[in-house]
């Protein structure tokens, strides 16, 4: 593989922006140049830019694939009472306002009920729940931004401190 270092640097990349597992990346990456080469015609261009155009197509498919199907792992909420008793008397969650506390029960009620609930459906459900009950879009998207603020969406970082360096 001549082109080890593109390989790694997109798979790289792609773990530091979405999360994905670094192995699961770079092999889905390989797999991906091996069958460029296959069919790489020359008369097309350069075969690196061939590749990264090719390498990361399949990439952002792959980790939209992970994305869909992971499921949020519940055990250690449900299966011992007091980490859930414990987050329900902590200072942080007694500090927000009372819309956002019935945000967090939504979450634990859908949880209790389907502990295999897809992290891509729990957020629709919640809002779903909420516009039922006479919420706002605009009423819920707020409490949700307060969430995230109060713990740290990683995202929603990454976004902020992109826009501040430009």
Same mark, same amino acid.
């Given at each position: 593989?001549?082109?080890?270092?593109?390989?790694?640097?997109?798979?790289?990349?792609?773990?530091?922006?979405?999360?994905?597992?670094?192995? !699961?990346?770079?092999?889905?990456?390989?797999? =991906?140049?091996?069958? @460029? *080469?296959?069919?790489? #015609?020359?008369?097309?261009?350069? %075969?690196?830019?061939?590749?990264?155009?090719?390498?990361?197509?399949?990439?952002?498919?792959?980790?939209?694939?992970?994305?869909?199907?992971?499921?949020?792992?519940?055990?250690?909420?449900?299966?011992?009472?007091?980490?859930?008793?414990?987050?329900?008397?902590?200072?942080?969650?007694?500090?927000?306002? !009372?819309?956002?506390?019935?945000?967090?029960? =939504?979450?634990?009620? @859908? *949880?209790?009920?389907? #502990?295999?609930?897809?992290?891509? %459906?729990?957020?629709?459900?919640?809002?779903?729940?909420?516009?039922?009950?006479?919420?706002?879009?605009?009423?819920?998207?707020?409490?949700?931004?307060?969430?995230?603020?109060?713990?740290?969406?990683?995202?929603?970082?990454?976004?902020?401190?992109?826009?501040?360096?430009?």
């Amino acid at each position: 593989m001549n082109h080890i270092n593109l390989i790694r640097k997109l798979a790289w990349n792609f773990h530091r922006s979405t999360g994905v597992d670094f192995k !699961e990346l770079f092999c889905e990456a390989s797999l =991906k140049y091996c069958e @460029i *080469l296959r069919t790489y #015609d020359k008369e097309k261009g350069a %075969l690196p830019a061939y590749a990264w155009t090719a390498i990361t197509n399949r990439l952002i498919h792959f980790v939209r694939i992970e994305k869909r199907y992971q499921t949020v792992d519940t055990t250690v909420f449900f299966n011992t009472s007091y980490i859930q008793e414990t987050f329900f008397q902590s200072d942080i969650y007694e500090t927000l306002p !009372e819309d956002c506390k019935t945000i967090i029960q =939504k979450i634990f009620d @859908i *949880l209790k009920e389907n #502990d295999e609930y897809p992290i891509s %459906l729990l957020l629709w459900k919640v809002k779903t729940i909420l516009t039922e009950e006479g919420w706002t879009h605009r009423r819920t998207q707020q409490n949700i931004n307060i969430l995230r603020k109060t713990f740290g969406n990683d995202n929603q970082r990454r976004r902020t401190s992109c826009k501040s360096r430009g």
